[in-house]
């Protein structure tokens, strides 16, 4: 039961251009959507979230944006850098229930 | 701040052979997770712990699959026998009390021949 889904398996961008990530839902009882970063033989990082209430969370470079008509998220990284290239998963957590993650979207940026 | 410990970083067993992770959480964190990470899919948890507590082990394969968590500070996952389909890493998380926010550990990466 796939509830979160990463269509893409991998993007490529130029440094200094604009990275968009992107990922699909299918559970409208969400709560947060979260973000997470992850390096070659490490476990993943948390690098933001944002409230199924908000449409919108900011912090930095890191953009994350919630369209819950269509149930959709993305997380736009910008400018990229080549430190960013790294698998990233999406996750959707219901509160008192469990994380849903996504396969994951591997970037690499092009220095 | 120490982040979450888990050991072995890597082992590998034969099919039939019985293996065991251990988790150490940041401390003060009530809530322990273990997930499954299967090369090109994203974590999927077996269990999660909310002190010494059990919350959630639907997706734990209980007739070998086992974990504890003993006075709510280190964990252990025991897989006993382990399948070639146990190759996986196993993750441990932790989160503090009160947050959905999962700090991970580096992870332990199984392989079964």
């Known amino acids: 039961d796939q509830q979160v889904k990463q269509n893409s398996p991998s993007l490529s961008v130029q440094e200094g251009r604009i990275s968009i990530l992107n990922c699909d839902y299918t559970?409208?009882?969400?709560?947060?959507f979260l973000w997470y970063k992850k390096y070659p033989a490490e476990g993943p990082t948390f690098l933001i979230s944002?409230?199924?209430?908000?449409d919108k969370n900011e912090d930095g470079r890191f953009t994350v944006f919630l369209n819950k008509s269509a149930k959709h998220l993305s997380l736009h990284i910008v400018p990229s850098q080549p430190g960013d290239s790294a698998v990233y998963f999406c996750a959707g957590y219901l509160t008192g229930n469990q994380f849903y993650f996504g396969t994951g979207t591997s970037l690499t940026v092009i220095p | 701040e120490a982040g979450v410990a888990q050991s072995p970083r890597y082992k590998i067993i034969e099919k039939r052979q019985s293996v065991a992770f251990w988790c150490n959480p940041i401390?003060?964190?009530?809530?322990l997770y273990w997930y499954q990470q299967i090369l090109g899919q994203g974590p999927k948890l077996l269990i999660q712990f909310q002190n010494n507590g059990v919350v959630d082990d639907s997706q734990l394969p209980k007739d070998r699959f086992s974990a504890e968590r003993l006075k709510g500070v280190d964990s252990t996952l025991k897989i006993q026998p382990a399948k070639l389909e146990d190759s996986a890493v196993y993750l441990c998380?932790?989160?503090?009390?009160?947050?959905?926010?999962?700090?991970f550990g580096p992870g332990t990466r199984l392989t079964v021949t």
């Open positions: 998380a932790s989160s503090p009390p009160g947050s959905y926010e999962q700090y």
């Open positions: 944002i409230s199924s209430i908000k």
């Open positions: 559970n409208s009882m969400f709560d947060y």
């Open positions: 401390s003060g964190h009530a809530t």
